[in-house]
């Protein structure tokens, strides 16, 4: 009935509603709710009390700070929800658009960062963009990844994405590039209109670190995508709604 049960060889002890636990997002990643599972078992194994465990489960995740690059959650102005995962292979880019799009069914287009590590195939590059793309994103951002270049130039992924992507449907004009994760993000936000989804896969650990501040001022700040009139001061840059 919608809540994680552990069961310790003797005794059955509810942990409490799946929905509330933070790191599902209200029951929506289910590949959190078998992480929780997972997690509970050891815990058990452990000899943590399942009072505990409860206590962990219903807090762990309501901070971004507690599980950073693992789906954590901004909600700006104008009804945009920003979501940043560590998303790498075509299975997990699959469960993290699946669980953006079920979270924000009420409209508004689909952004999404998108770039690979050089260390794979053509072939398994184009993989990752076909599963992209049969999520009809709206816009998407090529970027290259920080740290994980692994032999290739720069834009060189870039360019094999962008090719599949196009091959599976997603029009040109919808790709834009921009190489620095960080700077790619801002022209996310710069593209963002009231209602939209960001699908934000942050690889650079750096990167994941600017981001993070970026996203706690802007929500800190009340920004508001589409409002032309707001313009909010990060550092040396600025984001303006376009």
């Given at each position: 009935d919608g809540h994680l049960w552990l069961f310790d060889g003797t005794h059955?002890?509810?942990?409490?509603?799946?929905?509330?636990?933070?790191?599902?997002?209200?029951?929506?990643?289910?590949?959190?709710?078998?992480n929780c599972a997972a997690a509970?078992?050891?815990?058990?194994?452990?000899?943590?009390?399942?009072?505990?465990?409860a206590a962990v489960l219903a807090r762990f995740g309501r901070d971004n700070r507690d599980n950073p690059g693992r789906l954590q959650r901004w909600v700006l102005g104008g009804g945009v929800q920003v979501y940043v995962d560590y998303a790498h292979n075509p299975d997990g880019l699959a469960q993290f658009l699946d669980l953006v799009r079920q979270a924000h069914r009420d409209g508004g287009r689909l952004?999404?960062?998108l770039g690979q590590a050089g260390d794979r195939s053509d072939d398994a590059i184009a993989d990752l963009a076909a599963t992209a793309a049969s999520f009809h994103p709206d816009h998407v951002v090529l970027k290259d990844m920080e740290g994980y270049m692994r032999g290739r130039e720069s834009?060189?992924?870039g360019r094999v994405l962008r090719a599949a992507l196009v091959r599976h449907g997603v029009a040109d004009a919808a790709i834009d590039e921009c190489r620095d994760e960080t700077e790619a993000v801002r022209a996310i936000l710069t593209a963002a209109r009231p209602g939209d989804s960001l699908a934000l896969?942050?690889?650079?650990?750096?990167?994941?670190?600017?981001?993070?501040?970026?996203?706690?001022?802007?929500?800190?700040?009340?920004w508001s995508a589409g409002d032309c009139r707001r313009e909010i001061k990060l550092d040396t840059q600025t984001i303006a709604s376009d």
């Amino acid at each position: 009935d919608g809540h994680l049960w552990l069961f310790d060889g003797t005794h059955a002890h509810d942990l409490g509603a799946v929905a509330g636990m933070p790191l599902t997002l209200g029951g929506l990643a289910a590949h959190n709710v078998q992480n929780c599972a997972a997690a509970a078992l050891a815990a058990l194994g452990l000899g943590i009390a399942p009072a505990t465990i409860a206590a962990v489960l219903a807090r762990f995740g309501r901070d971004n700070r507690d599980n950073p690059g693992r789906l954590q959650r901004w909600v700006l102005g104008g009804g945009v929800q920003v979501y940043v995962d560590y998303a790498h292979n075509p299975d997990g880019l699959a469960q993290f658009l699946d669980l953006v799009r079920q979270a924000h069914r009420d409209g508004g287009r689909l952004h999404l960062l998108l770039g690979q590590a050089g260390d794979r195939s053509d072939d398994a590059i184009a993989d990752l963009a076909a599963t992209a793309a049969s999520f009809h994103p709206d816009h998407v951002v090529l970027k290259d990844m920080e740290g994980y270049m692994r032999g290739r130039e720069s834009g060189e992924v870039g360019r094999v994405l962008r090719a599949a992507l196009v091959r599976h449907g997603v029009a040109d004009a919808a790709i834009d590039e921009c190489r620095d994760e960080t700077e790619a993000v801002r022209a996310i936000l710069t593209a963002a209109r009231p209602g939209d989804s960001l699908a934000l896969p942050v690889h650079g650990v750096a990167a994941r670190e600017r981001v993070n501040a970026l996203l706690d001022r802007l929500q800190a700040q009340a920004w508001s995508a589409g409002d032309c009139r707001r313009e909010i001061k990060l550092d040396t840059q600025t984001i303006a709604s376009d």
